[in-house]
């Protein structure tokens, strides 16, 4: 292992040139085919202290977060021996060269690249949130682990479920494309509670891309992309057990099992199981501040591989879920009281089949398939005086790629064709809505890289939607880094579209007395609207250097949101909710600074603060015409973020968060300042006022493999003042649990334990 | 409320920041090898930053002067197998040390491929 350490550094110093990016450590993985190094796609590469890891791409290449701990870096792959490397500094390439465990006789060349076309070096402004970094959030699921990530607000939604949502660049989190291992996920009947429908402790790592995605993956992105890889199989980890209880009387469990059938197949079951037991109503308004209820979600994953090149993967999971909310009284079986009763189920099934060929090197075939059918009922009111929201949906995704170069390596593309069926049926008060969308789609991306520092990405793909006709979407993206490879400039543009699910992605509006509208564009359309259009374009730009002594990185970026046709949800108007299209509606600007220093070993102290400008315009504001332009509502203008993390020799880690959130309008506000073409947000009852919320948690490890966790969120005890409107009268038209802009639960405290062997 | 917030954060600021001397300190290392075994030496109590510059073979070390002294910094380094400015490299640990991260041997080879090996 020594020599294996000796010869890595050797070629780590002939190849001195540092290919460093902000955050993280390159390298790549190849294995021996012969006498030719040959890139090693899927390998597993982690930290020798934990097993917070990434999977090489189709080019063998990895990123890896930087991490403070003993800078030993792990390789391994199925059916080979794992190779480990001491990291000489954080800015160097690491090469690993994996050989084959089976030393008998001949060694069998298996041609190892699992490609399904994602390149995970692309040159968009990606931030790596590893599993480490979003356990620094208190639970359980992945709408609550971005609160470390200053890239993404989260928020809650509506103050009857407690549901917590995301926004990027000022959006909501339905303009946002979520995949599951690149995969659209998170979708129509899921955009509303999908998030926390998935726990986070099945999750390895997620990708955060701000702007235009690739068109590799459709055509829904339009303010970013999230991309959250699952466990697998054939990762490090082989049992998993996390417990989590929390105040409010939340318990929740996940488990998993990995069984290695032979060294071609493995398999594991990831299952959780989560309560919300006690009513508690804290702020006294009558109504529970959380729901109670409970979860269940259970999965089955295979990967598998062959010496012919095919591999992939087939996985199944089924989730149950079932919330109970409203009034004290309608748990007490009182018929006249305000009650939410919520029952959804969701089937899943996904596979990836991947085949390199052998008469052509970087060269293979990808595929991805998806079915989800998923359903919902939910009943708002009481005994004799409810309204039901009901709905199904079916979701079917094929996508087929084929990778390869022209020429030389310097000229990559992606190629391929996608298939994207929904049917969605919903039913509520009185309206109907049934849509059945077919999608075909091909796209061709074509990546130009002369050199390490330099790349273009140029993709384009044409979709026939059945509904809304022929779409084409363009998209580009370029990188520059420079200065000895201490700067960095990304620059991206592109178009995103999407058919807006109107009631399933607001599933505020059923918790309020509001009368629904639609405005009628067009009766053959989906809703009777248009789809959604928007432009996004940005830039950004990191730069390390150091402050005093501290290694430091700073990143500025701007990013703009053009809708060129819009879904607007208008709540303008008391005791009313319209939906309506709107031309060259929403102009979104989103400017982001992040400072991140090391000022001890082990320490950690990342600054950020963003301001977004988010102005809509809505019709029947009237305050100045029938269009007025005024800020959107429920987003924050500023918001300063500081988290400070310190980890120990022994394993303690602290790490504590404090964010500072500037005042929003509230819906129904009449923003008379904007249109002066300046905002001044008076602070009077039609604006929040501004917050701080502040999280802390400790833990420790043992032995590497068991972790003791507690910690506190919202420890200032900040809440929204009556976040429920007229809570006293829930059947008036004034009622609306809609209205959210702050936390709504005051203090909670947890503790939890997590064993990973 | 907020003096409450500011309050804790100066805390936590100042747990970070505790009374401590920055310094550089020229080290007799060669390598990106010398470099890790150098800053994880270093990793003890007292010690709460050190980063050895490969270029300019400075050391840039933070520490806690009332935890450890400057010369048991030395000592510690110089255990190590390295030369400081202020002492010289304890030759058993110098001897024992790969090739690759010993001045002469270093030199010798560059960067030619198979000097990283263990010592022959």
Redesign the interface.
């Known amino acids: 292992m ?2 294996i350490i ?2 890595a ?2 070629v ?3 190849h001195s040139y540092a290919q460093h990016e902000h955050n993280t450590i390159k390298g790549t993985v190849t294995f021996k085919n012969g006498n030719k190094s040959e890139p090693l796609a899927g390998a597993f590469v982690h930290w020798a202290e934990n097993n917070n890891g990434v999977y090489s791409d189709a080019n063998g290449d990895f990123n890896i977060e930087h991490h403070h701990g ?2 030993i870096l792990i390789a391994s792959f199925a059916s080979y021996t794992s190779d480990t490397i ?4 954080l800015d ?1 390439e690491v090469k690993f060269e994996l050989r084959e465990a089976n030393e008998l006789g001949t060694a069998i060349v298996i041609a190892k690249r699992i490609t399904y076309g994602l390149s995970k070096l692309d040159p968009r402004t990606t931030t790596l949130l590893g599993e480490r970094e979003f356990q620094k959030a208190a639970c359980c699921n992945l709408s609550e682990s971005f609160e470390n990530a200053p890239a993404i607000d989260v928020s809650f939604s509506d103050a009857v479920t407690g549901t917590k949502q995301i926004k990027m660049l000022g959006l909501d989190g339905f303009y946002t494309l979520i995949g599951r291992e690149y995969m659209p996920s998170v979708r129509t009947l899921n955009s509303y509670y999908g998030l926390s429908h998935i726990p986070a402790a099945w999750v390895n790592g997620i990708q955060i891309t701000k702007g235009a995605g690739s068109v590799v993956n459709g055509y829904e992105s339009i303010a970013g992309q999230i991309n959250i890889e699952m466990k697998k199989p054939f990762g490090k980890e082989k049992f998993l057990l996390d417990q989590f209880a929390g105040s409010g009387g939340r318990f929740e469990t996940d488990l998993m099992y990995v069984k290695d059938i032979n060294k071609y197949v493995a398999t594991s079951i990831l299952a959780r199981y989560g309560t919300r037991g006690m009513e508690n109503d804290r702020n006294k308004d009558g109504f529970l501040d959380m729901p109670t209820g409970q979860d269940f979600k259970i999965m089955n994953r295979w990967q598998f591989y062959s010496e012919s090149g095919l591999e992939g993967t087939a996985n199944v999971s089924f989730h149950d879920n079932v919330q109970k909310a409203g009034q004290l009284a309608f748990y007490n079986d009182d018929p006249s009281a305000y009650g939410i009763g919520i029952n959804s189920r969701v089937i899943d099934a996904f596979a990836k089949l991947g085949r390199a060929r052998k008469d052509r090197e970087l060269s293979s075939f990808g595929s991805q398939y998806n079915f989800n059918h998923s359903e919902m009922t939910s009943v708002y009111g009481g005994e004799t005086n409810s309204k039901t929201y009901e709905a199904h949906t079916d979701q079917v995704y094929v996508n087929l790629l084929y990778e390869s170069y022209i020429g030389n390596s310097f000229h990559h593309y992606q190629t391929g064709v996608s298939f994207l069926y929904d049917n969605v049926r919903e039913q509520y008060d009185g309206f109907r809505f049934e849509r059945e969308e077919a999608v075909p789609g091909v796209f061709f991306e074509y990546t130009y890289k002369p050199k390490e520092t330099f790349s273009l990405v140029g993709g384009i793909r044409a979709d026939y939607n059945s509904i809304y006709g022929l779409s084409v979407t363009p998209r580009l993206h370029g990188k520059y880094r420079f200065n000895k490879d201490k700067t960095a400039i990304r620059v991206s543009a592109g178009t995103g579209r999407r058919t807006s699910n109107p009631l399933a992605q607001h599933q505020y509006i059923f918790a309020s007395g509001r009368t629904l509208n639609f405005e009628m564009a067009d009766p053959t359309l989906a809703y009777r609207l248009e789809q959604e259009v928007a432009i996004n374009s940005g830039i950004s730009f990191e730069h390390e250097f150091r402050l ?4 430091a990185t700073i990143g500025i970026d701007y990013f703009n949101t053009r809708f060129l046709q819009e879904v607007v949800i208008d709540r303008e108007t008391a005791g009313e909710v319209r939906f309506y299209n709107m031309e060259n509606g929403t102009r979104a600007n989103s400017i982001q600074t992040q400072l991140d220093l ?4 082990r ?1 950690e ?1 990342r600054l950020a603060y963003r301001m977004f400008d988010v102005v809509s315009k809505y019709k029947y504001a009237n305050i100045n015409g029938p269009q007025d332009e005024m800020a959107k509502p429920f987003i924050s203008r500023h918001r300063a973020f ?1 988290n ?1 993390t ?1 980890r120990t ?1 022994t394993d303690w880690q602290f790490s ?1 968060t ?1 964010t500072w959130y500037g005042p929003q309008r509230i819906a129904g506000a009449k923003d008379t300042t904007y249109s002066s073409g300046v905002f001044l947000y008076d602070i009077t009852d039609k604006f929040s006022p501004n917050f ?1 919320n ?1 999280n802390a948690q400790v833990s420790k490890t043992f032995k590497k493999k068991f972790e003791v966790y507690i910690g506190g969120e919202n420890l ?1 005890n ?1 809440r929204q003042e009556n976040p429920i409107q007229e809570a006293a009268n829930p059947f008036d038209q004034n009622f609306d649990a809609g209205l959210v802009w702050g936390p709504i639960f005051g203090r909670m405290v947890y503790g939890g334990f997590r064993l990973r062997i | 409320m907020k003096n409450i917030f500011l309050a804790l954060l100066m805390v936590g600021t100042l747990g970070v920041f505790a009374k401590t001397v920055t310094q550089k300190i020229l080290v007799k290392g060669e390598c990106g090898k010398c470099k890790d075994k150098i800053e994880a030496a270093l990793d003890i109590p007292g010690i709460s930053f050190a980063e050895w510059d490969k270029e300019t073979k400075m050391l840039t070390i933070r520490y806690n002067d009332k935890k450890i002294s400057e010369s048991q910094i030395h000592t510690t380094i110089s255990n190590l197998g390295y030369a400081t400015s202020t002492m010289a490299a304890n030759p058993e640990a110098q001897a024992a040390l790969d090739n690759c991260c010993k001045p002469k041997e270093a030199k010798a080879c560059g960067a030619k491929a198979g000097c990283c090996k263990k010592k022959s």
Not at chain 1, 548 to 551: F, G, L, N, S
């Open positions: 020594r020599k000796g010869l550094l050797c780590l110093v002939l003993p800078a001491e990291l000489l500094n160097q005093a002594y501290m290694p090391t000022p001890a070993r320490t102290i500081i400070i310190q020799r504590t404090a701080y502040w200032l900040f």
